[in-house]
Structures are given as C-alpha cells and as structure tokens.
C-alpha cells in the first residue's frame, strides 16, 4: 500500500503532466485585424456556417479545412477580443452570451479540424503519459483555445463562464461540441440584437427531434436527450424562477415550454407521471461525410 507521501507525490508528477500536456490553439492570423470600435462583428463565423454547414447541422469538415481563411478570421478576432478584454464592444447581456457561443462553437469546430480526420472528439491525441485519461478530456480540458488573449479550455468556457454568468438554459440547445448528439450546428451565427428568437429557434428544433424528446404511450416513458440529464439544475432553477408559487418542478414543465400546443397539455397532464429515461449520446462527428 503506498504512503501518504508517496500518493502525494504522484499526484503532483500528474498534475504536473496534466498542465504540461495542455495544448494553446493558436490563432494563425498576423495581427493587422482589428474590430471596430464600436461592436464586435460575427459576420466572417456567420459565413463559415453558411458555407460548411447543412440543414441536418453536420460540418463539411473537409471542404472546411481546405476554405479556412474566414474561420482562422473570426478566430483571431475572438482570440483578441471579449466582453471581458473589450467591454465596450459589446453592448448588452445578449450581445455577451452571443460572443461566447460563437467562440465556443466556433473553438471546437478549429479543435476537430486540428486533428481531422477523426470520427469523433474522442479521437483527439492526448500525450502517452496520460494513457490513462479518457480521450474526450484532450478535447474539453487540455487544448486552451484563446479568448480576450485569455487561454482557457471549452469545460471551463461552458460551465463558468456561459453557464455561471447567464441564467440562459437554451445555450444546451446552441452549444455545439461537435458531436451528433449535440444540439444541431445553426447556419446562421448567434447575434445579440436577434439572440432571445434565435435560443427560442433551436430550443423548439431541439425538441422537435425525436432523437431528442419522443413519448411512449404503451410504456408510459418520456424519452429525453442526455443533455436534460446532465444540466437539469439548469433547467429546474430556471422554473423555479419564472414560477416560484410552484411547488413542484420537473424536466418536462421545461420541455412543455418549447412543444406544440397539445404535447404541452399531454406532458402538463397524462404524461407527467411517466417514467423519464435518457437517451445515450452519441459522440460521432458531426461531420456531412461520415457514413450514416
């Protein structure tokens, strides 16, 4: 059995590896780019989207790394500039939110094509010292994309930044880890003058997909995504705030908000006593020219 000591020691010497092993993504634009002063501008991601993405929110990764100008445009723009570097660009709470989706979306797509092809973010290479480290870790932990000229990783953007700041719920449903488990990529980018029906757009397109919320009448179940699962905090808080003479909140008062008008009185009444089960994620690319 090892010692106090000894376990001590190991955990440095992996901490140590841990940090060592972080990779900075660099932004491959010189440095004659500038934003005006007076807004931060998405049109270049916006262009991205257009060009590489369908209507099934899959990435032409491979057409995209071979036309990456705009994308390695906008990322050297993120990469100099944030709400937090640059507050006066940004001129409300939603031009904010909508920069930091972007960015994230827009990291994780320069992250994969670092590395692609891959058939999935768990195919990212992670140093042989870290054998033992599941491979979406290097994805979501140990590449540091920059934001504001801060190097930060796509774990902590998500849940300290995006999660902590905003009391928002819909960003489940715009972002985007590059996975076909993830909300679909939109093909247009977030903005903040038009953000509230954008988060409204594809928080019913979320639930619109079967692979996301379907009912089961003969089992009594209500099938939903993982991502209900994993962030339910998020989406109950939010209920307790807009409702706080509620007693009692569930998941599927949050989805009745984002269904058809008879879906919503089903799960508001039948349907709520159902059994929940959550659909396994599927950690595939989500890449147009994977096999289907």
Known sequence: MLSITQIRVILIIGLLQLMMACTTV???????QTVASYEFSH??????LQRHVDHQGR???????EQVDDLEDYYYLVAQYSPDSNP??????????????????AAAIKIVLKYYPISGVGDVDRPRALFFVPGKWRFF????????NVATNLYYLENSVIRKRFNEPRI????????????HLPRDAFTGPLLDQQLEREARKFFSQQRNFRIN?????????????WY???????????????QEHSLLDYVAHYVDVDTAKELRGSASGYRIQFIPYDWNLNDSKAQL
């Open 26 to 32: 660099p932004s491959l634009r010189d440095s004659n």
């Open 43 to 48: 049109e270049k991601f916006d262009q991205v």
């Open 59 to 65: 990435v032409d990764y491979a057409a995209l790394k």
């Open 88 to 105: 006066e660009l940004f001129v409300d709470k939603n031009a904010r939110l909508a920069y930091w989706i972007n960015a994230y979306n």
């Open 141 to 148: 932990v140990f590449h540091r994309p920059r934001f504001g």
């Open 172 to 183: 489940h449903f715009a972002v985007n880890c590059a996975s076909i488990g993830c909300p």
């Open 217 to 229: 009448r003969q089992t009594k179940t209500v099938f939903l995504s993982s991502i209900l699962d």
């Open 232 to 246: 339910k905090d998020d989406f109950i808080e939010w209920l307790k705030i807009r409702y706080p003479k509620q």
